[in-house]
């Protein structure tokens, strides 16, 4: 097998996927401190042509030379918005018809593998703080919660591969042409 050379791909440029239909999905980061992982959100957003990124509270946001060295430039591709208040992005997000899903661990959470993504309904997917997780008043306010299952000696992912597997579980199950 031969590796792909990068005209081989056949990548969208900056404009095109901008202008492109979009996945009915919004990435939420709810006070994410690590300017990395918002940059590797940044590039998997991109990667499944998510509708935008709510970047809220202490995440930081472009431009930063930290997020531009994991995003490699999807920041200029990918819509987001800044919210000084992750409940303000869920309130308008739920008044657009999303569908409020936290990702964390919290009784009576859906396993992420048994959770039913349902066709035309937009999702907005919450993710938290490297340490402290989804903020108690988000999970309060969200319409359910999802829990990647685990099996090892660490009590979580990194945020950056929590949003990646959550996203990537979404794309699959949604009808969405490419």
């Not at 042509?49 to 030379?65: E, F, H, I, N, Y």
């Not at 409940?87 to 992420?112: F, H, K, M, N, W």
């Amino acid at each position: 097998m031969k590796k792909k050379s990068i005209w081989e791909l056949h990548r969208m440029s900056v404009e095109e996927c901008l202008a492109a239909e979009k996945l009915p999905l919004v990435m939420v980061l709810d006070n994410v401190r690590s300017l990395s992982n918002i940059g590797a959100i940044f590039r998997t957003c991109d990667a499944f042509r998510v509708a935008s990124l709510a970047l809220c509270g202490m995440s930081g946001t472009p431009p930063s030379v930290e997020i531009h060295k994991t995003a490699l430039g999807a920041e200029d591709s990918v819509a987001w918005k800044h919210f000084d208040d992750t409940l303000d992005a869920v309130a308008t997000l739920r008044s657009l018809g999303y569908r409020i899903c936290v990702l964390e661990q919290v009784e009576g959470s859906i396993p992420l593998q048994e959770f039913t993504v349902e066709q035309d309904q937009p999702y907005a997917i919450i993710a938290g703080h490297e340490v402290k997780g989804v903020d108690q008043a988000v999970v309060d306010a969200a319409d359910c919660c999802i829990e990647i299952p685990q099996f090892g000696s660490k009590h979580s992912l990194n945020v950056s591969v929590s949003a990646g597997i959550a996203l990537w579980h979404f794309f699959s199950r949604m009808q969405f042409s490419v």
